[in-house]
């Protein structure tokens, strides 16, 4: 195989063979494919595309690079979920117990934040001892006797993956869907689960801008699923607004815990329950009338509240956090944004809380930079909600006082406000099974 060839044929629109890909993928893991033609190679795929078959190879190509589960270790209940990155996502702290109550098996790797998207290891974290690495042994063992651990990703995991999004993040081929798709996938495939559930998010905050364009990408990684033999099913969400009222970690934290004790924010508990029915439908094998009942019995039962306080002492977290949270510690300063004017708040995006958030510490510009666990951004008012002017609409928070006033100015700008009632956003665009 030369290398040279596949870019030309790429470049001119040709399909390439598995057995091509499958090479290529190989030796650029191993180390024996420059970056520069590498480079070139991705750059013909963001302009040409790829078809579904080449899509779906290369997702296996880069699945079969380094370590893998088989699909029977955790056996048919096991189940995934997956978002696409979001702000004030806290989703899979609910869904998770919710699901490993329902008899279901949830044995999950998740990533840490970076930029203003957060992440659920960064988040479990926030509980004192909980351990985010397991030994495969470990990682094995409590998902048998608990049907539930969520750890860390491994670094033997799909590292062509890893080796690709870098060279993709500095040669401006991050936006290309079969890339995208293909490096989302491959991991999940790895991961060994029976059955996945994807989280799309569009809007503001999220990578996917339009809800077009995050239904062809929820369409090409469930087309990817099925012909690996998973069960997968995807909802289109919107981010055009961070989901709940909290973002930053401990915050967020304490906002799952409100919602698994039957309180909470309604569009975040809507978001869980829709995902939890997906992912009992498709581990379960249940219809979705019958798997969305079993979902909000057991939140509203407190079954799921019970079951994530036994995830957290089984990771090593010490779990009279959960049961009270006002244990966890605050931040050293905070500062309220009032309102401008009477009215109703318009908009509030999302992109731009979660970039504020950050800039208070609550996520990281760089994945080896420190978090502030305490910062973050509470918003007392979303868009809809009626606004006295003087009254508080945000409450931020951090270690660095410093911050706190240029992360205000960026949610000022993030906030906009009407004389007249706006009209309620969807909160999911689409549901694909």
């Not at 998207?117 to 479990?124: A, F, P, R, Y």
């Not at 936006?175 to 569009?202: E, F, H, N, Q, Y």
Request: charged residues 20%; negative net charge; hydrophobic residues 40%.
């Amino acid at each position: 195989m030369r290398v040279y060839d596949l870019i030309e044929k790429k470049k001119h629109g040709k399909a390439l063979e598995q057995q091509e890909i499958n090479e290529l993928i190989q030796a650029y893991t191993a180390g024996k494919i420059p970056d520069y033609q590498m480079s070139a190679f991705l750059m013909a795929v963001y302009f040409r595309g790829m078809t579904d078959k080449e899509t779906f190879d290369l997702t296996g190509a880069m699945e079969c690079s380094g370590d893998r589960i088989s699909p029977d270790t955790f056996g048919p209940r096991s189940v995934d979920k997956h978002s696409t990155g979001g702000v004030g996502d806290k989703t899979t702290l609910i869904v998770a117990p919710i699901v490993a109550a329902a008899g279901g098996i949830v044995a999950k790797m998740s990533g840490r934040g970076l930029g203003h998207t957060g992440g659920t290891v960064d988040k479990l974290e926030s509980f004192p001892g909980f351990r985010t690495s397991l030994s495969p042994d470990d990682f094995a063992n409590q998902v048998q006797k608990h049907g539930i651990a969520v750890i860390g990703q491994s670094a033997d995991l799909a590292p062509a993956d890893k080796k690709l999004y870098a060279l993709r993040d500095v040669t401006a081929t991050v936006d290309s869907i079969p890339l995208i798709a293909s490096s989302i996938m491959c991991k999940k495939l790895a991961a060994g689960t029976r059955s996945i559930v994807l989280d799309v998010k569009c809007g503001a905050g999220a990578f996917m801008q339009t809800p077009e364009a995050a239904r062809e990408l929820a369409q090409l990684m469930v087309r990817i699923g099925q012909a690996h033999h998973r069960h997968t099913a995807a909802i289109i969400s919107n981010m055009d607004i961070p989901l709940g009222h909290a973002v930053g970690n401990i915050l967020e934290v304490k906002e799952a815990i409100e919602v698994l004790r039957g309180k909470g924010p309604q569009d975040l508990r809507e978001v869980c329950l829709q995902l939890a029915t997906l992912m009992i439908a498709l581990s379960l094998q249940k219809e979705q009338d019958e798997a969305a009942t079993l979902a909000r019995d057991i939140l509203d039962s407190g079954h799921a509240y019970e079951k994530f306080c036994q995830w957290i002492a089984a990771q090593g977290g010490d779990v009279s956090f959960a049961r009270d949270p006002e244990k966890f510690p605050k931040a050293a300063h905070s500062a309220a944004l009032c309102a401008p004017c009477d009215g109703y708040m318009l908009s509030c995006n999302a992109g731009a809380i979660g970039n504020a958030a950050t800039l208070l510490g609550a996520g990281r510009a760089t994945k080896d930079a420190a978090i502030d666990h305490t910062a973050g951004i509470v918003l007392l008012k979303k868009p809809g909600d009626a606004v006295v002017k003087g009254e508080t609409v945000a409450q931020l928070y951090t270690s660095q006082e410093e911050l706190l006033s240029p992360a205000a100015i960026r949610i000022e700008e993030a906030l906009t406000y009407t004389a007249e009632r706006p009209l309620t956003q969807k909160l999911i665009y689409d549901i694909l099974i």
